[in-house]
């Protein structure tokens, strides 16, 4: 991957990079989009464009923090033993 400007973040990956970058199969990240979930996107005529900083700024909203389960629920909340 060859970054196109001279900052890392500033960097515009097409969306086969992008893809990469992520490690998600190009067709997910597709599907992110589609359904508005996927990080920011530029359309230039028909190439879309994603920038570096703002593939990173999405991932940085779904990171889990430590001691939290799935969905966000403190996973001591579950060890109660009541189901």
């Known amino acids: 991957m060859t970054p196109n400007s001279s900052t890392d973040g500033d960097a515009l990956l097409t969306h086969e990079e992008a893809a ?12 992110l989009n589609y359904k508005g979930g996927g990080p920011r996107r530029i359309r230039v005529g028909r190439n879309v464009l994603y920038r570096k900083r703002d593939i990173d ?7 889990i923090e430590s001691g939290m389960g ?5 996973a001591s909340a579950n060890a109660g033993g009541t189901a």
């Open 20 to 31: 990469s970058y992520l490690r998600l199969p190009q067709g997910t990240l597709y599907q």
């Open 57 to 63: 700024s999405w991932l940085d909203t779904r990171a």
């Open 70 to 74: 799935v969905r966000g629920v403190p």
